[in-house]
């Protein structure tokens, strides 16, 4: 699937991902390939990416706001 | 006419202001790109939080959040973005003249009260009667624009969100130039607080979306997010149009000069030659004079 990270002053992240394991204000959760439209908001934490060579990135965020569409993971961060 | 040395005076001076003037242009060009550059690179993200806002408020009328309640207004506050540094032509003078008309007229029937981001409008403020609030800001105002990154205008943007939360104000407006391009800015007055509803162009998605923890959490939690990249927005455009001006104005400083002293160069060359040929009327002169 494909991921994009975007904060108001650049865009962090951009790329194709197999997992992504995010922050979610009533906790932790992951998304994989093909998972089903979802809206969450998100806490300060750290959004962990799995790429698909299996290398994770992390990258901290205040909060923020994920989207998934068509295979499409869109997070905005702050 | 003029003596030589004035003219020759007047022209070191104004080429010397020529260079000082297109110099700034140069440099106001270079903050150009990179203001504009800020503006591309916050465009996704403004783009993106509206669509999500869009999408959920449009199954979901919540019209009694704190932001988004509309009170009887008494108290009104004007955010008034402004630059640091003048010589930018009208930029400055256009958002007071704007500000000024707005409190005396639409809103005179209210208290106003004023809160300047930038140096100008807090030296023109501080003049009037306007009660001026932003000295307890958690980042000095003024500085912003020195480093304008989200990080430093989100606390700024809380701050407002607060004080309008507490009740002291029952709407906020905000005032700044808007960037069209290098040569045109259009000076903005754009409702802050309460939340304008935003429109929907009819065509909510039909996407079965899964929220967590639920629509009204996520609605809560945008509102805030997309008051405080409103701010930001406004202070990148007014940044952006600010260099703008000013290229514009010392491009039209450094043409006026180029003017003047073509101007000055060529009453120095009359001045030249009109001694030069008084001299030789001399000499001849002197020289009949000896044979006759």
Redesign the interface.
């Known amino acids: 699937m494909f991921l994009e990270i975007i904060t108001p002053d650049k865009k962090l992240f951009s790329g194709e991902v197999k997992s992504i394991v995010l922050p979610g204000t009533d906790g932790k959760f992951g998304i994989l390939n093909h998972h089903a439209p979802i809206i969450s908001s998100l806490k300060k934490g750290t959004v962990k990416v799995t790429d698909t060579v299996e290398k994770t990135q992390n990258f901290e965020i205040k909060g923020g706001v994920v989207e998934m569409l068509n295979n499409q993971v869109i997070i905005l961060a702050e | 006419m003029a003596s030589l040395k004035e003219v020759r005076n007047r022209i070191t001076s104004i080429s010397s202001t020529q260079q000082i003037t297109s110099a700034m242009k140069m440099v106001s060009a270079a903050k150009l790109r990179r203001a504009q550059e800020?503006i591309t690179?916050?465009r996704?993200?403004?783009k993106?939080?509206r669509e999500?806002l869009e999408?959920?408020s449009a199954s979901l009328d919540s019209n009694d959040g704190t932001f988004s309640k509309e009170r009887p207004v008494k108290n009104v506050l004007l955010i008034v973005v402004t630059s640091n540094r003048g010589l930018a032509g009208a930029f400055n003078a256009n958002i007071i003249k704007r500000a000024v008309a707005l409190a005396k007229n639409e809103y005179k029937a209210y208290n106003v009260t004023v809160l300047c981001i930038g140096k100008k409008g807090n030296d023109f403020f501080r003049r009037t009667e306007f009660k001026i609030i932003g000295s307890d800001m958690p980042r000095k105002l003024n500085e912003l624009f020195d480093k304008l990154?989200?990080?430093n205008v989100?606390p700024v943007a809380e701050k407002i969100m607060e004080v309008y939360a507490k009740g002291e104000f029952d709407k906020i407006d905000i005032i700044y130039n808007q960037f069209k391009n290098a040569a045109v800015q259009i000076p903005t007055v754009e409702q802050f607080l309460p939340v304008v509803a935003t429109k929907t162009e009819g065509k909510s998605s039909k996407?079965?979306?899964?929220?967590?923890?639920s629509k009204e959490?996520?609605v809560k939690?945008?509102i805030p997010?997309s008051l405080k990249?409103q701010i930001?927005k406004a202070l990148l455009d007014s940044h952006a149009a600010e260099h703008g001006a000013r290229m514009t104005a010392m491009h039209k400083a450094t043409d006026n000069a180029k003017d003047l002293l073509r101007e000055l160069k060529l009453s120095y060359n009359k001045a030249r030659q009109a001694s030069i040929t008084n001299e030789i009327l001399e000499i001849v002169g002197g020289a009949e004079a000896l044979n006759g």
Request: charged share 25%; no cysteine; glycine share 0%.
């Open positions: 800020a690179q916050m996704p993200y403004a993106k939080l999500i999408n959920l990154t989200y990080d989100a996407v079965d979306y899964i929220f967590e923890p959490e996520i939690d945008l997010r990249t930001y």
